[in-house]
Every structure is written in structure tokens, then in C-alpha cells.
């Protein structure tokens, strides 16, 4: 009798249909992982640029202003906002990692937020007499995607900087709560 070698026909269907099922059940896993994903690196991006201006603003000891550049996404920009010409300092695109992240700051018509050489948000922004942002709430842009995990972003008075989850199923004293 001949020594068989390889696999047979009934064989690689088998396996082939076992890897099937377990895509077909791991993608939506998969999915929801990559979109939260980019939810929380769109939200560490808008932290960390409003603690970057705020650092800016107590070393350089002059007001720097922090600025979300495009209706909705994640991009931003730090500049000195007592230079006219407004020398920039840092940008970042809203592409960089979180595409599909939706940034919607409150009041809904607040694009700025002015840290002083103390590092307190100044109220109004002196560039344009508008009130600053006082939270940034990060969500996907994909309308059927809803096991999202949406972040907020919030600057408060003094200047405090922090990312929390709004999700109102955390218990009351977690630190991640907004």
C-alpha cells in the first residue's frame, strides 16, 4: 500500500469551513475593536494637544491659544495667541490614526480655548471675544457603527485637563467617569 501524502479534498473543505465560521464570527469583534480604537487615539490626540498648549503657555509665560482647525474631526493647532501672524507652534491632522473619529466640542460654536501664563483658560478668548471650549465629545463619524464607546475630553476653569467616559452604566467614584 502507497503512503499517502497531502490532504485530501474532504479534508481542506473541513478546515476551510472551521476558518470561515471563526470569521465570520470574529469580524464584528474585530470591527468594533478598530473603531473604539480610533475614538480613544482621536481623544488622547485632543488631550494631549490642549495639555500641550497649556504647558506652552506657563513656559513661554504668554497666552497660547488651542484651536480645532476642521468642522468635526480631530485636527487641532497650538499657537501663540499674542502674535498676530499666530506662530504655530504644533498641528495635527484628524487622519493621523483617527479618521473616522468625530470631535464635537461644547458650546457647539466654540473652536478655541486660550490657556494664560498661569495656565488658566481665559473667558472670552481674546482673539475673537467667543467663549472657549469647555469639553470636546469624541464619537465615530459611521452612522451604523452603535457599539461605539464614545470619550470627552473636558477643560475646566483653572485649566485641568482630562478625558473621561460618559457612559452612564460606570458606577458613581470610578476615576473614569465624566
Keep these: 500500500m502507497a503512503k499517502q501524502r497531502g490532504m485530501s479534498l ?5 478546515a476551510l469551513a472551521i476558518a470561515a465560521i ?6 464584528p469583534m474585530y470591527s468594533a475593536w478598530v473603531q473604539n480604537t480610533q475614538i480613544r487615539t482621536g481623544a488622547e490626540a485632543m488631550l494631549n494637544g490642549l495639555q500641550f498648549a497649556r504647558s506652552e503657555a506657563v513656559s513661554r509665560n504668554t497666552n497660547v491659544q488651542f484651536e480645532m482647525t476642521s468642522a468635526g474631526t ?3 493647532r497650538v499657537s501663540e495667541a499674542s502674535d498676530p501672524d499666530g506662530l504655530v507652534i504644533q498641528t495635527r491632522s484628524g487622519a493621523a490614526g483617527s479618521a ?6 461644547t458650546p457647539a ?12 483658560v481665559l473667558t472670552p478668548n ?10 470636546v465629545q469624541i464619537e465615530t463619524s459611521i452612522a451604523s457603527f452603535t457599539d461605539a464607546r464614545n470619550l470627552r475630553v473636558t477643560v475646566s476653569p483653572g ?5 473621561c467616559d460618559p457612559d452612564p452604566s460606570i458606577p458613581t467614584g470610578d476615576t473614569r467617569k465624566c
Design 74 to 76: 480631530t485636527s487641532w
Design 22 to 27: 471563526l470569521l465570520v464570527t470574529a469580524f
Design 100 to 105: 473616522t473619529a468625530k470631535a464635537t466640542p
Design 126 to 135: 481674546p482673539s475673537d471675544g467667543s467663549m472657549p471650549i469647555s469639553q
Design 10 to 14: 474532504i479534508e481542506m473543505l473541513v
Design 109 to 120: 460654536d466654540a473652536t478655541i480655548v486660550t490657556f494664560n501664563a498661569l495656565g488658566r
Design 159 to 163: 485649566g485641568q485637563v482630562r478625558m
